[in-house]
Every structure is written in C-alpha cells, then in structure tokens.
C-alpha cells in the first residue's frame, strides 16, 4: 500500500474515533488495527494526522474511546516485546503504537482527572502472565508499557544485533536472553563496540521519545517547594522490577560519552555522511539525566564521603538510593571508566569550540545543556569521579568549554539557564583546593571569545570572564554575582600569579562595587565588597611572592581602599548617595575597565532573537543556603564552621557574617518605608562597615607607599616595569597580620536547588524537541514558556 493510501487510512480512522459518541469495544479488531497495522506513517505524519484539538475532544466527548485506543496500542507494545519483534510487520505495529502513544500521552497529563488512568489496573493484564482472570496481581498500564520499552530496546534485530551464528537457529529467545550482552556501545563496563546500524539507531530512538513522553507527566505538575514528589514513571523504570536497568544505564552513558561528532576525525566528513547517531545521542543524554533527577539532599549517596572502595559497580557500598540509575552512577569507580566519561563529556563540550578554525568543518552539536547537567550529576552523586575530574589538568578541558558558553550567553536573556548552570558546576568545583590549583596552568589555547587578549593562566581566563559577565551581562544575572565571587574566593588562595589585566578587573569590580549608590541601594549589596575584599587578603596573604602586578593594581588604586575606609555612614549623606542613583547609571559603567581589543575571530555576544522562546525557572537559594562555611586546617583538610557558633566566627575571623543574620540584623536597623521598600540607616551602614576586613590592604599600602612613591622620585620613574621589578624583589614577612585561616564556601545539596535542576532540564527538553513537537501547545504547569 503506498504511503498516500496509507495516510489516508489512518487519517479516516481518526476522524471516526473523534466522531463515534458510542464506545467502540475494545474486540472491535477491525476497528483498532486501522490505527497501527496497514499504516507506515512517520512519527511527523502521526502529529500532522493527529491534531491536538481532536485528541482533547476524545478525552472530552467519548472517554472510553481514549482509554481503549491507550490500552490497546500498550497491548501491542507488549505483545511486540513477548513475540520478539521477528516479522517486518510487528515491527512497524511496534513503531506505530510507539508514535501514536507519545502523540497521545501528554493530553492524558494535561487532564488532572486522567493523571490516574495509566497507574490502574486493566482487567486480564495479570503481573504473572499466566491465568487471565487473575486479577489479584494485575499490572498497572504504565507498568506494562515501561516493561515492553525496556524488552524491546534489546530487541535482536530490531534494536539490538542478533548473536545468531546462522538463520537456521531458533530465534534468540527474548526472555532468555541476557541484555548485559547486548550493551549498545563500549565504554563503562562493556568492551565491545558493535557494528553501527541506522536502522536499530533509529527503532532504537523512536523508543527512547516514548520513553521521554511517559517521563514527561513532572512536567505537569507545578513547581513542589520540597521538591520531593517522586516521578512514578521513572521510580518504576529504574527499579529492579526492570531487568534490564544495568544494561540499560550502561547502554544509554556509554553511546553518549562515545560518540564522536567529527566523524573519525575527517574534516567535513559530516557533509558527505548524514550523522544518524545524533539524534539518538540526544535522546539518550535527556533520557539518562531524567533517570537521575534525583534530590540526593534528602538522600543518603553511597559515597558521600568519597573513602568507599570497591570494583566496578559492586556491593561492597551500602546499599544507595532505590533508584538503581542513580546508584549505578554512584558506584563507578574503575579508572578507566572516569576516564572514558570524562574525555568523553570533554570533547563533547569543546565541540561548539572546535567550529570557528574551519567553518563547517565539524558537526556543531547542540546538546550542551543536557551533558552539562549529566556532568552535574556525575560530580553530586559521585565524589570519586569528582576527585578524580581534579586530580590532572582535565578539569580544564571542562572548564574551558564552560567559561566559553557563559561569555556567549551572558547578553542572551532565553539562556539564562545555561548561565545558572555553568556557574554552578563552577561552584562545586571551586569548593575542592585542586581546583584552584589546577588554574595556575597557562592558558595557551586560543579559543575566539570576545574578552580583551591576554597573556596568563586559566585563573586569568576564569576572571576575565566572570568581569564580562559582570559589566556586560543582562540585568537578570545579578542573582549570580554572589556565586560568581564566591568561586574567585575559593580558588584565590592558590593562585600564583594573576595577569595584569586579570588584576585590573578585580580592581574594577571593586572600584563599582564600592561607590556609595551602589552599596547603599541594596541590603545586600555590600557583600559583593566583603567577597572582593577576602579574595585580596587571600592573594596577599598566601601568594604575595607572585603577584608584582595585583600588588601594584592595589597600589595604584588605593583611594578605592581609603573610600571604603572612610565610608560616610551619617543620615544626609546616604540620603545624597541615593540621590546620585536617580540619575540612570549603567549598572556597571564600563569606563576605566580598559577594554582591550577582543580576540581575533571572535564574535560579540548577543541578545535572543526577538521571539525566542524561553521557560521561566523557579528563584535559586541566597549563597548563604547554596554553600556551607569550612576552614582549612594547616594540614590542607577541611573543617566544617556550620556547627560553630556564629558570634565567636565574626569576631575572630575577617569572615563575612552570614547573610541570614545580616538580614534579620537589616530588617531591625534600616526602616522600611511606607511602600515596603528597604532603605538603609545610619545604623545599617555602620553594622558592617565595621567589619569591612581592610587591615592586611590598609598595612601593605603604609609599608609599600612610600617605597614605591620614593624610587619614582630618586630615579625620575614613570615606567611600570621597574616599579614590577621592585615589588617581585619586595617581601612584607613580619609587617602583616597574622595570616586569616582561609575559608571556603563549598556547595551542599538542597532542595532548593533539585527545584531548579528539575525545572531547568525539563524546559531544556521541552524547547529542543521541536520535531516532532511533543509537548508544544499542551498545558504545562511545571514552568510558564515565554517569549523574549
């Protein structure tokens, strides 16, 4: 039958479902089959024939109808999976039902009274499969169809490669068979790569979306403060009811981490091989960071303390979350296998990176967002890989990548996102001494960004950025500059030299953020000066031998540090300060920040387009709730400061005090006005600006000062580098304070954020399936879709 013929069936069997107000039985073969069996439709053609209106209007007008079309197409689904697909017919009824299910699926969603229908039982559905009217043990109708996608995703020559040596053998025995031998790539776990195919590639994805679309019922549901609705779908799916969970997680991270968009490193290969693993990756890495939506707060990890040892994947752990994806990521520990991930994740990342050396050169991946996520949860959920990313230089294949995508987004406001993510991978990172550490390594590669040249080290790179960020962002980022110059204070103690430029941008931040308007015009404002302040006395402090140039930027901008000081904290003057805001500032002016000339080959960042769609993300916790205070011991080990008291804390160290606290302490000394809005006091002002840790600068500048002031008069200098010179050759051992012990502020898990997580990755989803449009037009109540 040709393929018009066949549309046209199928398009009058859905105008008679949507026109029969008597219920058809659900024995009505005749009837039922037009749906699936004489039909080859593409998954587009099953959304073009099926239009959104008729399906709701069967839910309405002839429920049982819609009910009946469900457990039938998951009956075929499930006999499809019992039979083992042999014949090319059953396996387009499997392909069939597959489209129509993951058409139909997010209407039930919709409807809150249809949420229930997929979890009921089905009368002669028994768990047992043996006596039909045993319906003591029936399975649910979800149950059912996660089981069949699971069967029918190692399905020999459907999905997976036949082991049979010759056609004569009896066909592979579906329930005998052993998945774990049919892992679809090599890597963790698996050591043979099979025989690309396209067909099973594409059977193999059209499965995944439906699996994605069963997944999808959390987007229905709005945003829970705890977080801890459990998905039904995928607690089920990741159970040991589903025998195939191992080969499964297996299957779906190693196709991700092997693949390799270049095409076996050809130029242009892509040109000349349309590249069908891409659309299966894709799907495999959104399936995969679905499985592990996981809120690992309320959860214990097995390997929370990063000391359990054990071999690949085995029991020697306590026994981890009931979600066996989330506990099998949580047990990788070979070598090898981190190994594999990780130069995996990297050259995925570095993929966007690669394009500007030969234009089109490259396949230009997009699913960045979601390996960025998969990165997250690989580092939360297991400490050793997380060591393991920082104990070489590759961390910096990850963070070059990162860095590069947020100077990219930073004046884009539908990915705002992105830029809450890469950040807060930096963040976990930053909480970890090797981090800081591995900054010091020279930046050489030159990947085209549009940040001033400069000659240095990745820290150089990082601060640059984060400057960009900062001065040239859009307004919606503000809430991330608090996480931006927490990470510069956690790897600022071990940082041996900053570049001049990277030490000027620091001085320009603090130069903005210390002008009275600035500080005066939010209550929170004035910790953007404590961060900036801390990561000075680190720098000066532990790594004063190497850093001539920050030393000097400090001393040419020392009115900055003599303002701060001498803050006016009496009632006109904040009033004046406030004042001056009336005037519409930049939100960071751009002069004296010396722009340098941006790198060859590099384009500007740009705003959305107008139109672009974006999801709303729900707010992030305050810095104070995102990290915990710890204290390194000389040792090099960290020691927990949450469990100390708060008020011994600020008296003995220059720390910053909690925001918490400094709120409450806010809300009692500046007076909300009549509007509700925050003005600051007197009393206000002076609470922190008597904590303001300016000794160590305040000595430097008095020791320094004269000493450089008194070389540019004996020799006539004008010259920065002799000046330099000095400062290398200068020591201030004895003159300082006592060294601050140093602190870091290192990321906890909260819900708080396993909010946003499950908010950022589902609209991620939402917005990159466009093709088909799973969930587009349909009633989503976990994030609104707006429009830049």
């Given at each position: 039958?040709?393929?018009?013929?066949?549309?046209l069936?199928?398009?009058?069997?859905?105008i008679?479902?949507?026109?029969?107000?008597?219920?058809?039985?659900?024995?009505?073969?005749?009837?039922?089959?037009?749906?699936?069996?004489?039909?080859?439709?593409?998954?587009?053609?099953?959304?073009?024939?099926?239009p959104?209106?008729?399906?709701?209007?069967?839910?309405?007008?002839?429920?049982?109808?819609?009910?009946t079309?469900?457990?039938?197409?998951?009956?075929?689904?499930?006999?499809?999976?019992?039979?083992?697909?042999?014949?090319?017919?059953?396996?387009?009824?499997?392909?069939?039902?597959?489209?129509?299910?993951?058409?139909?699926?997010?209407?039930?969603?919709?409807?809150?009274?249809?949420?229930?229908?997929?979890?009921?039982?089905?009368?002669?559905?028994?768990?047992?499969?043996?006596?039909?009217?045993?319906?003591?043990?029936?399975?649910?109708?979800?149950?059912?169809?996660?089981?069949?996608?699971a069967?029918?995703?190692?399905?020999?020559?459907?999905?997976?490669?036949?082991?049979?040596?010759?056609?004569?053998?009896?066909?592979?025995?579906?329930?005998?068979?052993?998945?774990?031998?049919?892992?679809?790539?090599?890597?963790?776990?698996?050591?043979?790569s099979?025989?690309?195919?396209?067909?099973?590639?594409?059977?193999?994805?059209?499965?995944l979306?439906?699996?994605?679309?069963?997944?999808?019922?959390?987007?229905?549901?709005?945003?829970?403060?705890?977080?801890?609705?459990?998905?039904?779908?995928?607690?089920?799916?990741?159970?040991?009811?589903?025998?195939?969970?191992?080969?499964?997680?297996?299957?779906?991270?190693?196709?991700?981490?092997?693949?390799?968009?270049?095409?076996?490193?050809?130029?242009?290969?892509?040109?000349?091989?349309?590249?069908?693993?891409?659309?299966?990756?894709?799907?495999?890495?959104?399936?995969?960071?679905?499985?592990?939506d996981?809120?690992?707060?309320?959860?214990?990890?097995?390997?929370?303390?990063?000391?359990?040892?054990?071999?690949?994947?085995?029991?020697?752990?306590?026994?981890?979350?009931?979600?066996?994806?989330?506990?099998?990521?949580?047990?990788?520990?070979?070598?090898?296998?981190?190994?594999?991930?990780?130069?995996?994740?990297?050259?995925?990342?570095?993929?966007?990176?690669?394009?500007?050396?030969?234009?089109?050169?490259?396949?230009?991946?997009?699913?960045?967002?979601?390996?960025?996520?998969?990165?997250w949860?690989l580092?939360?959920?297991?400490?050793?890989?997380?060591f393991?990313?920082?104990?070489?230089?590759?961390?910096?294949?990850?963070?070059?990548?990162?860095?590069?995508?947020?100077?990219?987004?930073?004046?884009?406001?539908?990915?705002?996102?992105?830029?809450h993510?890469?950040?807060?991978i930096?963040?976990?990172?930053?909480?970890?001494?090797?981090?800081?550490?591995?900054?010091?390594?020279?930046?050489?590669?030159?990947?085209?960004?549009?940040?001033?040249?400069?000659?240095?080290?990745?820290?150089?790179?990082?601060?640059?950025?984060?400057?960009?960020?900062?001065?040239?962002?859009?307004?919606?980022?503000?809430?991330?500059?608090?996480?931006?110059?927490?990470?510069?204070?956690?790897?600022?103690?071990?940082?041996?030299?900053?570049?001049?430029?990277?030490?000027?941008?620091?001085?320009h931040?603090?130069?903005?953020?210390?002008?009275?308007?600035?500080?005066?015009?939010?209550?929170?404002?004035?910790?953007?000066?404590?961060?900036?302040?801390?990561?000075?006395?680190?720098?000066?402090?532990?790594?004063?031998?190497?850093?001539?140039?920050?030393?000097?930027?400090?001393?040419?901008?020392?009115?900055?540090?003599?303002q701060?000081?001498?803050?006016?904290?009496?009632?006109?003057?904040?009033?004046?300060?406030?004042?001056?805001?009336?005037?519409?500032?930049?939100?960071?002016?751009?002069?004296?920040?010396?722009?340098?000339?941006?790198?060859?080959?590099?384009?500007?960042?740009?705003?959305?387009?107008?139109?672009?769609?974006?999801?709303?993300?729900?707010?992030?916790?305050?810095?104070?709730?995102?990290?915990?205070?710890?204290?390194v011991?000389?040792?090099?080990?960290?020691?927990?400061?949450?469990?100390?008291?708060q008020?011994?804390?600020?008296?003995?160290?220059?720390?910053?005090e909690?925001?918490?606290?400094?709120?409450?302490?806010?809300?009692?000394?500046?007076?909300?006005?009549?509007?509700?809005?925050?003005?600051?006091?007197?009393?206000?002002?002076?609470?922190?600006?008597?904590k303001?840790?300016?000794?160590?600068?305040?000595?430097?500048?008095?020791?320094?000062?004269?000493?450089?002031?008194?070389?540019c008069?004996?020799?006539?200098?004008?010259?920065?580098?002799?000046?330099?010179?000095?400062?290398?050759?200068?020591?201030?051992?004895?003159?300082?304070?006592?060294?601050?012990?140093?602190?870091i502020?290192?990321?906890?898990?909260?819900?708080?954020?396993?909010?946003?997580?499950?908010?950022?990755?589902?609209?991620?989803?939402?917005?990159?399936?466009?093709?088909?449009?799973?969930?587009?037009?349909?009633?989503?109540?976990l994030?609104?879709i707006?429009?830049?």
């Amino acid at each position: 039958m040709g393929s018009a013929d066949s549309k046209l069936n199928f398009r009058k069997a859905v105008i008679q479902l949507t026109t029969k107000t008597q219920p058809v039985e659900a024995t009505d073969d005749a009837f039922w089959d037009q749906f699936w069996a004489d039909t080859a439709t593409s998954v587009q053609d099953v959304f073009a024939l099926v239009p959104a209106a008729e399906i709701r209007a069967v839910r309405e007008e002839s429920p049982s109808n819609l009910a009946t079309l469900c457990y039938k197409a998951v009956e075929k689904l499930v006999q499809g999976a019992e039979s083992g697909c042999h014949s090319e017919k059953e396996r387009q009824i499997v392909l069939n039902c597959s489209r129509l299910l993951t058409r139909v699926l997010p209407y039930i969603f919709e409807d809150p009274d249809w949420r229930g229908f997929f979890w009921s039982t089905v009368p002669g559905a028994g768990r047992g499969g043996q006596g039909e009217d045993d319906d003591e043990n029936a399975r649910p109708l979800a149950e059912s169809l996660l089981l069949a996608i699971a069967d029918l995703l190692f399905c020999p020559d459907f999905t997976v490669q036949s082991h049979r040596r010759s056609t004569v053998d009896s066909a592979e025995d579906i329930h005998s068979l052993d998945s774990c031998e049919y892992i679809w790539e090599a890597g963790v776990g698996f050591a043979h790569s099979p025989q690309p195919n396209y067909i099973h590639d594409m059977n193999r994805m059209e499965l995944l979306k439906l699996l994605l679309t069963c997944f999808s019922e959390a987007m229905y549901l709005p945003p829970a403060p705890d977080s801890s609705s459990i998905n039904p779908w995928v607690q089920f799916f990741c159970s040991t009811e589903n025998r195939h969970a191992l080969p499964l997680f297996t299957s779906l991270l190693n196709t991700v981490c092997a693949y390799d968009p270049v095409g076996y490193g050809i130029p242009y290969n892509h040109l000349l091989f349309s590249d069908y693993r891409e659309p299966l990756v894709e799907e495999a890495a959104q399936v995969l960071i679905v499985t592990l939506d996981h809120d690992s707060a309320t959860s214990a990890s097995p390997t929370v303390d990063g000391t359990t040892t054990g071999t690949a994947m085995d029991d020697a752990d306590p026994p981890g979350p009931e979600n066996l994806f989330v506990n099998y990521l949580s047990r990788i520990h070979r070598e090898e296998d981190f190994q594999f991930i990780l130069k995996g994740i990297a050259r995925l990342l570095s993929n966007p990176l690669l394009q500007t050396y030969l234009p089109n050169s490259t396949k230009k991946i997009q699913f960045h967002q979601e390996l960025l996520v998969l990165f997250w949860k690989l580092c939360d959920f297991n400490k050793k890989f997380l060591f393991f990313v920082l104990k070489s230089s590759d961390v910096l294949d990850i963070l070059v990548p990162i860095l590069y995508f947020l100077n990219d987004a930073r004046a884009d406001q539908s990915r705002v996102g992105l830029m809450h993510i890469g950040v807060f991978i930096l963040l976990l990172l930053s909480g970890e001494r090797n981090f800081g550490v591995r900054l010091n390594k020279p930046y050489s590669v030159r990947v085209p960004m549009d940040i001033p040249v400069f000659t240095g080290t990745h820290a150089d790179l990082l601060i640059v950025v984060f400057h960009k960020i900062i001065t040239s962002g859009h307004q919606r980022l503000q809430p991330l500059f608090d996480c931006l110059l927490t990470i510069v204070v956690n790897v600022s103690p071990y940082l041996k030299s900053l570049s001049m430029v990277a030490a000027n941008k620091l001085l320009h931040l603090l130069e903005a953020f210390s002008t009275t308007w600035f500080l005066f015009s939010a209550a929170q404002n004035h910790h953007l000066v404590f961060f900036l302040l801390e990561v000075f006395n680190n720098i000066i402090q532990y790594q004063f031998d190497g850093n001539s140039n920050l030393v000097y930027a400090i001393i040419r901008k020392r009115s900055v540090f003599h303002q701060l000081a001498n803050l006016p904290t009496d009632p006109p003057a904040i009033h004046k300060a406030l004042q001056r805001r009336r005037r519409p500032p930049e939100p960071l002016s751009r002069a004296g920040s010396q722009e340098g000339a941006s790198m060859e080959g590099s384009r500007p960042a740009a705003p959305a387009e107008p139109g672009t769609l974006k999801t709303s993300l729900v707010a992030t916790p305050g810095i104070d709730k995102l990290t915990e205070k710890s204290q390194v011991s000389e040792d090099g080990t960290l020691r927990s400061l949450e469990s100390v008291p708060q008020q011994s804390l600020a008296e003995d160290s220059p720390a910053m005090e909690e925001p918490s606290q400094a709120w409450r302490e806010q809300r009692r000394l500046s007076s909300a006005s009549a509007n509700g809005q925050w003005s600051p006091t007197s009393e206000w002002v002076l609470s922190w600006k008597s904590k303001l840790p300016l000794q160590t600068i305040m000595r430097l500048l008095q020791v320094l000062v004269p000493q450089v002031e008194k070389i540019c008069i004996d020799k006539g200098l004008t010259d920065e580098s002799e000046i330099l010179r000095f400062l290398q050759h200068g020591t201030l051992v004895g003159l300082l304070p006592v060294p601050h012990p140093i602190l870091i502020r290192k990321y906890q898990a909260n819900s708080g954020t396993a909010m946003w997580f499950r908010t950022y990755m589902w609209g991620v989803i939402y917005l990159r399936n466009v093709d088909p449009p799973v969930w587009y037009d349909t009633d989503v109540k976990l994030f609104e879709i707006q429009r830049v």
